[in-house]
C-alpha cells in the first residue's frame, strides 16, 4: 500500500524553524518527484515547494525562497523540508505529494499525504 505521511508540524513562534518530513512506504521515493504544499483557513492550496527525482533539482514558491529548503534521503525514503524565519504567514497544513516529475497544480500528484500542521504565532 502507497502512503505518504507526514510529521514535524508544531507551534512555533515568529523567527523559528520547524523540519517536517515525509515518509514513504509502499513504494521506493528514488524514483519520484516530492512536493509540498499548503493549504490554510480560506485560502487557495499553495505549491511550496519540489524535489526531483533525476538529479535533485529543487524548486521553491517565491514566497519562501531562502527560508526553506528541502532534501531527501533516499536511504531513509525520507524528503524534508527544513522551515526557517517562519512567519505568521506560513500558517497552513503542510502535505507532500509524490509524482514521477513536480507540478505546478497539485491535481498533477498521484499520491498525497495527510497532512501536518504548522502553526506560527507568538
Known amino acids: 500500500q502507497v502512503q505518504l505521511v507526514e510529521s514535524g508540524g508544531g507551534l512555533v513562534h515568529p523567527g523559528g524553524s520547524l523540519r517536517l518530513s515525509c515518509a514513504a512506504s509502499?513504494?521506493?521515493?528514488?524514483?519520484?518527484?516530492i512536493g509540498w504544499f499548503r493549504q490554510a483557513p480560506g485560502k487557495e492550496r499553495e505549491g511550496v515547494s519540489c524535489?526531483?527525482?533525476?538529479?535533485?533539482?529543487?524548486y521553491y514558491a517565491d514566497s519562501v525562497k531562502g527560508r526553506f529548503t528541502i532534501s531527501r534521503d533516499n536511504a531513509k525514503n525520507t524528503v524534508y523540508l527544513q522551515m526557517n524565519s517562519l512567519k505568521p504567514e506560513d500558517t497552513a497544513v503542510y502535505y507532500c505529494?509524490?509524482?514521477?516529475?513536480?507540478?505546478?497544480?497539485?491535481?498533477?500528484?498521484?499520491?498525497w499525504g495527510q497532512g501536518t500542521q504548522v502553526t506560527v504565532s507568538s
Open positions: 505529494t509524490a509524482d514521477r516529475h513536480c507540478h505546478v497544480r497539485g491535481s498533477d500528484y498521484d499520491y
Open positions: 509502499g513504494f521506493t521515493l528514488d524514483y519520484y518527484a
Open positions: 524535489i526531483s527525482s533525476s538529479d535533485g533539482s529543487t
